[in-house]
């Protein structure tokens, strides 16, 4: 039974998947698949901070301001991310 939002019915991701089931990669290329989802994103907040996130990452766990400073700072820290959490 799908989720209903002004007689609509929600579209995916929010409608049918468990907000406490971790997306895989595949289901995020499968739904998503213009996305490249290995490519990193320059974030950056107005106090200058900022970094490379990881796409994947954002849309497992969403990313909050107070994350910003962990980021990786290079394309090299970003691919050891890359290696170590993503294989």
Request: glycine share 10%; aromatic share 10%; hydrophobic share 40%.
């Amino acid at each position: 039974m799908a989720a209903r939002l002004s007689g609509k019915a929600v579209p995916e991701p929010y409608g049918g998947i468990a907000r406490s089931q971790l997306w895989t990669e595949a289901m995020l290329n499968q739904r998503f698949p213009y996305i490249r989802w290995r490519t990193p994103l320059l974030v950056a907040t107005f106090s200058g901070k900022g970094g490379l996130a990881c796409r994947i990452c954002i849309a497992r766990h969403g990313l909050l301001g107070s994350n910003v400073d962990r980021l990786p700072r290079t394309q090299v820290e970003f691919e050891a991310h890359m290696r170590e959490f993503h294989p």
